[in-house]
């Protein structure tokens, strides 16, 4: 069973940064393609950012690009998601979520949606405000 541990939320004033953080352990393979979801009240859990295995291929919501960015350190086994010029619109819990690696030879076929992560963690509360 793979577990995924998520740390970093808090609360913030638009314009501020925070990173998130998401340890993962367990399961049958040594490294996934990691995702980043969040879920405000009443809206439905979507994706903003996702990376492959090696880190080297990444993709983000068009409402994240250019203000957050996923990366990973797979010596600690920890996806992070550093979020930068916040906004009180991007108040949600931020999920991280885990999916078995989708790299066909060098071509990585990006998870799109929740249902492509079996894998998930418990959330953290980011709070922006205005």
């Known amino acids: 069973q793979v577990q995924l541990v998520e740390s970093g939320g808090g609360f913030v004033q638009a314009g501020g940064s925070l990173r998130l953080s998401c340890a993962t352990s367990g399961g049958p393979y040594a490294f996934y393609d990691m995702g980043w979801f969040r879920q405000a009240e009443g809206n439905e859990r979507e994706l903003v950012a996702a990376?492959?295995?090696?880190?080297?291929?990444?993709k983000y919501s068009e409402a994240v690009r250019g203000r957050f960015t996923v990366s990973r350190d797979n010596d600690k086994k920890t996806v992070y998601l550093q979020m930068s010029s916040l906004k009180p619109e991007d108040s949600a819990v931020y999920y991280c979520?885990?999916?078995?690696?989708?790299?066909?030879?060098?071509?990585?076929?990006?998870?799109?949606?929740?249902?492509?992560?079996?894998?998930w963690g418990q959330g953290t509360q980011v709070t922006v405000s205005s």
């Open positions: 990376i492959s295995w090696t880190g080297g291929t990444t």
């Open positions: 979520a885990a999916t078995a690696p989708r790299t066909h030879g060098s071509v990585w076929d990006p998870p799109s949606s929740k249902e492509d992560f079996p894998y």
